[in-house]
């Protein structure tokens, strides 16, 4: 349901889709954060979004003029999740309020995913099979 304003001059509707939009943008622009992603319920996989797909990791709930806001989101290996997850939520909620003119109730984010680079793996265990050979001089 679009969120509608009523001013002196006419009505402003703003679609869910845009708040959507607007709430995935600012927390990808949030550190530590890889992406939004979506899952497709039919198939059970689980999609990582390009940046003009993001609303589709972003679910909107407008209830008395207030929105809830969910956001499926990758992070990366290594990062403070609960430290991630906070400033994405600050994030979102000062850019929805400033840039949609809607009180956001809550924040919702739900960490379904981290992406870990070659960089950051584990490097491979050395047991029997795996033991260094001692160099000859």
């Known amino acids: 349901m679009a969120q509608q304003q009523d001013t002196g001059l006419g009505k402003i509707q703003i679609a ?6 607007i709430a995935g943008v600012a927390a990808t622009e949030s550190y530590g954060l890889v ?25 909107v709930t407008i209830a008395d003029n207030r929105a809830i806001i969910d956001l499926s989101v990758v992070v990366q290996y290594g990062v403070n999740i609960a430290e991630v997850a906070h400033n994405v939520m600050e994030q979102v909620k000062y ?27 584990p490097a491979p265990a050395v047991g029997p099979r ?4 001692p160099t000859r001089r």
């Open 16 to 21: 869910d889709e845009v708040i959507a939009t």
């Open 35 to 59: 992406g939004m992603q979506a899952r497709n319920v039919q198939e059970g996989l689980s999609v990582l979004l390009r940046r003009e797909d993001l609303a589709r990791g972003v679910q």
């Open 95 to 121: 850019a929805v309020e400033s840039q949609c003119g809607l009180e956001v109730a809550r924040v919702n984010v739900h960490v379904v995913g981290v992406r870990v680079d070659d960089k950051a793996a």
């Open 130 to 133: 795996h033991r260094r050979q």
